[in-house]
């Protein structure tokens, strides 16, 4: 067995005896509603869920990719809007700040972020610009000791609810990783607005925003490391962001499977329990393998990153699989489950949803591809 | 206040389908999921936010092997100062009045105001806290779901059967077995889990707490388990399957078509 430590069992093991206890619960209803999980990620602060990757000094549990991940998944099991909330927010935001941060800005954001008091964003996509990000037009324009910022984001998670976003913006030309720099904006800056909540097919419970500015002003304090390394920036999260993702889609598919188990023991038709069925038994040994495969690609990639090694195919490797196996195990799952399995009283209805947009955002399954494959065929040219 | 709390490590319900072995004379325990008694929870928690109001020391005790560690540890992690791990090869199979005889002696190695159980476990039915009680000779009161300080006595509201509820005051030291919902325990942090992550947690055996070896585990044991299975299913009795939604769905029904509603 992949070893894991004795403080990261006991991380997984709370998260594990959160998510049941109070995230499962909450999650029917508050996918159904639409409703933000804030009372739950403040408690999650409070267990030091919310600055897992924050140093000690900034008020972080500091534990590291594999306690993260593990505790991720666990979140994910529970209700995954939570966990993209908690991806985003410890993946990408607290990363950010605490990699380029100035120590004024770590202690008025990062520190308040380790606490989940003040809960992260990350906007780079725009309508003109997904997976290709060098062609995003928002603007900061330097004037005097402001950038004025105009443009529009699309599809910004905990767009409406966050306390702090990082705000991706062309500061610059179009010369490849230059033109664009980070700026950490709050709601209550002159000419930023929240646009449209986008009505989703799942993760309902997490919001999914525009942001519009509209000769926004930004103090140049908020510039998020200098003029011109915005992409540097935007990149330097990702490894971590896709080991976050793939630890979600991996709660899901532990989650399909353990439902699924459960139900086809209990149900029973031609006079036995579902679970004798070979064809069934079949899919629950394919839907086990998956999900362990997942589980062993995302350890991996969390154990590189922890250590320090060159992990970028891993955490590709893992977020690209993982996400299909979600998809494909929460398939199944619903298919276990006969006709219920498609009724929303059943949460694998909601599993198979909340799977789906998991091989789409943090960079499409076809550009994680991309990556692998140039990975692949820069590490062949060296021999 | 010196508080000493004993949890017990059980198998957790909630993450494991309970099944009978092939022998039919225990569950199986093979691969079971196991965490702190649920009980004993409240128990810790209540005597965190006793400390936090005035002082003192919590520490967490229990009778087991070198597997009780993480329940120890997870109550540290919660916020019990110190841990204490009765582990002799001698305690093995004892029973109720073996533990309490084993707890006994941990009691008598500290100098505690105040002791808690959890109360109920996975088996017995509440006996340990009584019988500990009885054997330090000091007062005892069961099912306590409020505590309020005073000088030297506490007042404790006790659950009555029909929901009713007593308040009663109690002399310090003594022994309460907490009864769940007299608090909502917190989850445990990582920071916690951090700072206890790699502390040493002592032991004590028999002889160090001049316990009489003969007197527990299987050898002291004057209750012994004989068998252990599922009832058969009566007969009168329907048992109702589905969802909580369709259960309910199931029994406004079966009221209804009985003139019940
Ligand atoms: C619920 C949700 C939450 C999100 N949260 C955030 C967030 O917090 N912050 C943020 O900045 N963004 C966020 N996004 C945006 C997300 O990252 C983008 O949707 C994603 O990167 C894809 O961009 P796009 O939608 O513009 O698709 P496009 O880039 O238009 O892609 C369309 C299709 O073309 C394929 N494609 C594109 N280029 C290539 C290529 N070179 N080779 C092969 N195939 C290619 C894609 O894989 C895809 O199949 C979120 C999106 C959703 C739906
Ligand atoms: C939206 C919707 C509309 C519907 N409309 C109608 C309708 O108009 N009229 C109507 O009568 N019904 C209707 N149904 C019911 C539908 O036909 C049943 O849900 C379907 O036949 C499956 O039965 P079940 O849900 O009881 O699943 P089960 O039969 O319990 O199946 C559960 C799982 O066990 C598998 N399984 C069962 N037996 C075996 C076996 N021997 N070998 C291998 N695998 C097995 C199944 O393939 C499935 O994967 C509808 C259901 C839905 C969800």
Not at chain 1, 121 to 145: I, N, R
Not at chain 2, 108 to 117: A, E, M
Not at chain 2, 201 to 206: D, G
Request: charged fraction near 25%; include cysteine.
């Amino acid at each position: 067995m992949f070893q894991i430590s004795k403080e990261n069992l006991m991380i997984q093991k709370t998260a594990r005896e959160f998510a049941r206890k109070e995230l499962a619960e909450l999650a029917a209803h508050r996918d159904a509603h639409h409703e933000f999980p804030g009372s739950s990620l403040k408690k999650m602060g409070d267990m030091g869920l919310m600055g897992m990757l924050v140093s000690e000094t900034y008020g972080g549990s500091e534990i590291g990719p594999v306690g993260y991940a593990l505790a991720l998944s666990e979140i994910a099991y529970g209700c995954a809007s939570t966990a993209v909330v908690m991806s985003v927010h410890n993946s990408i935001c607290c990363g950010s700040i605490q990699s380029f941060g100035t120590d004024a800005q770590k202690d008025e954001f990062l520190r308040p972020m380790a606490q989940g008091t003040c809960i992260g964003a990350f906007a780079l996509t725009e309508p003109e610009a997904g997976s290709d990000p060098q062609s995003l037009s928002c603007s900061a324009v330097k004037e005097g000791e402001h950038y004025i910022i105009n443009g529009t984001k699309r599809f910004i998670t905990t767009g409406k609810h966050a306390g702090v976003i990082i705000l991706i913006a062309r500061t610059g030309n179009n010369e490849p990783g230059r033109g664009l720099s980070a700026f950490l904006i709050t709601h209550d800056l002159p000419g930023f607005s929240v646009g449209r909540m986008e009505d989703k097919m799942g993760q309902c419970a997490s919001d999914t925003t525009d942001l519009l500015f509209s000769d926004c002003r930004v103090p140049a304090s908020r510039l998020l490391g200098h003029e011109g390394q915005g992409f540097e920036i935007a990149m330097s999260g990702l490894d971590d962001g896709r080991i976050g993702i793939a630890a979600l889609s991996l709660g899901l598919g532990m989650a399909a499977l353990d439902q699924s188990v459960s139900y086809a023991k209990q149900r029973r038709q031609f006079g036995k329990q579902i679970a004798e069925f070979q064809g069934l038994r079949w899919m629950l040994a394919d839907m086990d393998m998956d999900v362990d495969a997942a589980r062993l690609m995302v350890l991996n990639a969390a154990a590189l990153k922890q250590a320090g090694k060159h992990c970028r195919a891993q955490a590709s490797k893992a977020k690209c699989y993982a996400s299909e196996m979600a998809q494909r195990v929460t398939g199944q799952a619903i298919q276990i489950h006969g006709g219920y399995g498609y009724i929303k009283e059943y949460p694998v209805e909601r599993f198979y949803r909340d799977a789906r947009i998991t091989t789409i955002y943090e960079g499409t399954n076809q550009i994680q591809r991309i990556i692998i494959a140039n990975e692949l065929l820069k590490d062949k040219k060296k021999k | 206040m010196e508080i000493l709390v004993c949890v017990k490590r059980v198998p957790d319900s909630a993450e494991n389908e309970i099944e009978m072995n092939s022998e039919g004379n225990d569950i199986e325990r093979d691969d079971l999921v196991y965490s702190v008694n649920e009980w004993d929870n409240y128990a810790v928690e209540e005597a965190i936010q006793i400390v936090d109001k005035v002082g003192g020391t919590v520490t967490v005790v229990t009778v087991g092997d070198e597997d009780c560690d993480e329940i120890l540890r997870r109550e540290m992690a919660m916020g019990a100062e110190k841990g204490l791990l009765l582990n002799d090869d001698a305690f093995a199979g004892s029973d109720c009045k073996g533990i309490a005889t084993i707890l006994k002696g941990a009691v008598q190695k500290g100098n505690y105001d105040l002791v808690l159980t959890g109360a109920q476990a996975d088996e017995g039915a509440g006996a340990v806290g009584g019988m500990l009680a009885a054997m330090l000779d000091l007062p005892y009161a069961s099912l306590v779901n409020k505590i309020e300080l005073g000088e030297g006595k506490l007042t404790i509201g006790r659950e009555i059967e029909g929901g009713n509820r007593e308040m009663n005051e109690i002399t310090l030291p003594c022994v309460l077995s907490i009864q769940t919902g007299i608090n909502e325990p917190r989850y445990v942090g990582i920071r916690g889990i951090r700072k206890v992550s790699g502390v040493e947690i002592p032991e004590l055996s028999a002889a160090d707490m001049g316990i009489d070896a003969a007197s527990v585990g299987e050898a002291g044991a004057g209750v012994k388990k004989v068998d252990y299975f599922v009832p058969e299913k009566g007969e009168g009795a329907e048992m109702l399957e589905g969802s909580t939604d369709e259960i309910i769905a199931k029994l406004i029904e079966i009221l209804k078509a009985n003139g019940g509603l």
